[in-house]
T-cell receptor, first 113, second 116 residues
């Protein structure tokens, strides 16, 4: 069965510092991995995806994520955090035959000024 | 980018009322639409998957007679919460996708449903 784990409920970081939001996955076969961000009372916005190719994926708003097959991880990163990055972040996975995304429980990112 | 419109964004109604939520893909044809439910500060719970022109596939534990889903066209899916009760109060989010598994789903902005 497919699953996604986001081990941290909350990540706190100071503005200007690098941030990492962790995600590990379990899927049979090759994974399709996604990161989404959710602001209060809004739907999810797509940030980036990994399908194949380069393990370092760049996405919207300066975010990037690194796919690590041996560690089954897909951590979200940003070199310099902004206060406006404060939101709820979801990692999601789908296998090559699937349609629906399986989401992690979400990680709240709080960036202080 | 792809746009999904969800309407209404907020509904407050009395217990026993039926509420319809619409989900439209504005600039692409969505062969598949998904309906999620989200409780405060929790992840999204997939309720059902709907494909245009066929019956929705409901996840285990979701009452199909309670949550009626219609996907009549490639750009519109509706979720009707029938005879709503306070325990149905939640944030409902739809998403739409083309039937290619390496493409992201695109989400509506959600509907906050409050049943009094």
């Amino acid at each position: 069965a497919q699953s996604v784990a986001q081990p941290e409920d909350q990540v706190n970081v100071a503005e200007g510092n690098p941030l990492t939001v962790k995600c590990t996955y379990s899927v049979s076969g090759n994974p399709y991995l996604f990161w989404y961000v959710q602001y209060p009372n809004r739907g999810l916005q797509f940030l980036l995806k990994y399908i194949t190719g380069d393990n370092l994926v760049k996405g919207s708003y300066g975010f990037e994520a690194e796919f690590n097959k041996s560690q089954t991880s897909f951590h979200l990163k940003k070199p310099s955090a902004l206060v406006s990055d404060s939101a709820l972040y979801f990692c999601a996975v789908r296998d090559a035959t699937g349609t629906a995304l399986i989401f992690g429980k979400g990680t709240t990112l709080s960036v202080s000024s | 980018g792809a746009v999904v419109s969800q309407h209404p964004s907020w509904v407050i109604c009395k217990s026993g009322t039926s509420v319809k939520i619409e989900c439209r893909s504005l600039d692409f044809q969505a062969t598949t639409m998904f309906w999620y439910r989200q409780f405060p500060k929790q992840s999204l719970m997939l309720m059902a998957t709907s494909n245009e022109g066929s019956k929705a596939t409901y996840e285990q534990g979701v009452e199909k007679d309670k949550f009626l889903i219609n996907h009549a066209s490639l750009t519109l899916s509706t979720l009707t919460v029938t005879s709503a009760h306070p325990e149905d109060s939640s944030f409902y989010i739809c998403s739409a996708s083309v039937t290619v598994s390496n493409q992201p789903q695109h989400f509506g902005d959600g509907t906050r449903l409050s049943i009094l």
